[in-house]
């Protein structure tokens, strides 16, 4: 493992930088240390080199952190931070817009000093850069790094930052002679875990203008915080190896925008920690755990909007109370409950109040006061930061969750509407806390339209390579679709309906390693934007559709991409510009077809083996072994009063997932202890099927013989 030191050691320290002429700028200067910043660890693979390396590009997940550690970088050497989230990209951008930021006679020396490797850029937020370039801006841009950063020199001369999937197309085009560095930011260890923790309480007691409890008290501060960290940890408890060193821990508790909600909730408790302690014993007291980390941070969430509810009712039961008049109303709930505090700030957040709502049975003589107790109390609420937006992406995400899984219809559409804005990144957060949400009602499920948000929240933590697999099939009268999505950081929580599909499946800007089928129509993007399509993607689908204005078909190492369109192809207005990249093929076949579709026409094996059908026992078999397995791995098998609820969630109601749970309890594969469910894993694995398989949605030559053995039986006894 790399430090951040050893790369300072290798990057130019800068005494002097040229000074910048316009203002304001996007290209700026970090003067003074940021005392409260917290390193992480970095990965090098490979790692920089003097004389041989020019680039380093460094990647990480969604929210990690990666303008901090620009800042960080900048402040060590003395180099500008060049943000690149602030300018549109287009030819000539790279020499242009420096050009113009130092004057034409400053700017001939900053040249002649990145060529000389005694200077430093470092460019910031090109993942947002790439979603704002119209067509082939950005790769022009990408050319303009090539050719100004493709000769050696003795130092590295340019730190570039993105989130993994653009730092990963970044690579592809640089291409493998180029030389270049490339570096993952790491998550913390408990050590920086608790730096954070402590640093973030800091900046809420200064807010505030006192000091921090935590330092005062710190002996109950720290037995009330490493509660919160057990409390925290019960979701992952099917680790038979979890401790803080452990990727899986580290990716939940070193995950920055996690430790801003939990030192959230801490500072709710700054005046009484033994209360934090009585509030997570009382949690911990629950007869049902959770069956996710997940699940215990959406409590914690909600556990701060049920402090701001307590608080509110406490003040508002003394104003309300004189003006009831006798009039015979109780529901003193429902004034700042959960749902009324996600929409209230949600409106504020995105601009669309326009007055406090009513609840329907609320007595006329307490409607103005209650109005204006909500107007004095909603600002002060912990979601709201110190500006006009969300304190940090774990509240924006839960509340965009909250609003996609149960929200009116209303309140639904003005989060999608944010949501499409060019620059808005999904965390990891948004998926988990939909799936924690929706499993609330009577079945997960999302809408079509949204499929392309979850997805790419699904895939925002994954690092280079290591992209999780989608398999999406429709259900037998086309009406639904099931989606699973399984890598080792999404694990089992990809498990989720698609309603509404004839009207297209929605994707938005990415879609890679997943295989596609059903009788429904695909869309490719939003209008204008741009679409990135690969690597090893297999649509079968009954229209397509790319409103995107550029397409970029990723074929990397030989890894194809195949599009069929049983009826057709539609067009919502001009036609997308591809680009292809890597050595792999694109194939496409409809009718008609022309340009610019035409020249990748090719002849597609629509009657494969393993087709529709099997893919749909496939996607009920990772439901049903995936919930069995963390029951069975957390000594909580499905008890006799769970096995109709069971029945109709996990295995579900069609046909063909009941067969297969019965031919699962036949093979003895699902046994009964004590009348209870328990998957035996030794005997799965036995019939060619591991537990990996069906967590990482392998469909591997044992998944699939046992799949048909199955269909088999079927037949047999049809």
Known sequence: MASLNELLKILPSIEQGPKVHIDPCELYYVPRPELDYVVPDVVGNPEAREGATTVVLIEAAAAVGKTALARFLARSTGAPVWDLSRLYLGSGSLWGRLAQIFGAEEFSKVIARLVMGNFLLIMDALDEAELRAAGPSFDTFLSDIKDLFQQPRPRPTAVLLARAETAEYISLYLGSDFPLARYQIQFFDRVAVEQFVDQSLDRHASMRGEPGTHRKRRPVFEEGRDRLFAFMMRGLREDKDLHWGSDRVKSFLGYAPVLEALAEYIDAFSDNYQKLAAELDREDALTEPPNTQWDVLVKVVEGLIDRESEKYLRQAKGLLTPLLRGADWTAWESLYSQERQCGLVLERVLGQITDVTIPDDLPESLVQDYRASIRTALPNHPFFGSTSGFANVVFRDYLYAWALAVAPPQVKELVRQAMREETFLPTPLLSRFFLVLAA???????????????????????????????????????????????????????????????????????????????????????????????????????????????????????????????????????????????????TVNWSPIRYPWVQYRGELRLEENFGLLELEVFVHLC???????????????????????????????????????????????????????????????????????TRLRNITPGVESFIRRFLESRRMVD
Not at 486 to 505: A, I, M, N, R, Y
Not at 624 to 646: D, E, K, Y
Not at 668 to 676: A, D, F, P
């Open 440 to 586: 609330r009602g009577r079945r997960i499920s999302a809408e079509a339209q949204d499929f392309g948000f979850l997805y790419e929240s699904f895939t925002a933590n994954s690092r280079s390579g290591a992209r999780p697999q989608l398999v999406l099939v429709a259900s037998a009268n086309g009406d639904s679709m099931s989606a699973v999505i399984g890598s080792e950081d999404v694990l089992d929580d990809g498990l989720f309906e698609l309603t509404d599909v004839s009207s297209g499946v929605q994707l938005w800007r990415r879609l890679s390693h997943a295989r596609i089928e059903g009788s429904v129509p695909i869309r490719l993007g939003f209008p204008g934007g741009s679409f990135v399509l690969g690597p090893s993607v297999d649509i079968r689908c009954a229209l397509l559709e790319v409103p995107a204005g550029t397409l970029r078909v990723d074929l990397r190492s030989g890894s194809d991409v195949t599009i069929y369109a049983e009826a057709g192809y539609i067009t919502s207005g001009s036609e997308p510009n591809i680009y292809t990249y890597g050595d792999g093929k694109l």
């Open 623 to 693: 439901r049903i072994v995936g919930f069995l397995r963390r029951m069975t791995m957390r000594s909580r098998p499905v008890s006799p009063p769970s096995q109709s609820l069971f029945s109709r969630y996990v295995v579900g109601g069609t046909q063909t997932s009941q067969e297969l749970f019965q031919y699962l309890v036949e093979q003895g594969i699902v046994t009964t202890l004590y009348r209870q469910y328990v998957l035996d894993v030794e005997r799965l694995e036995a019939e060619g099927v591991s537990t990996v398989d």
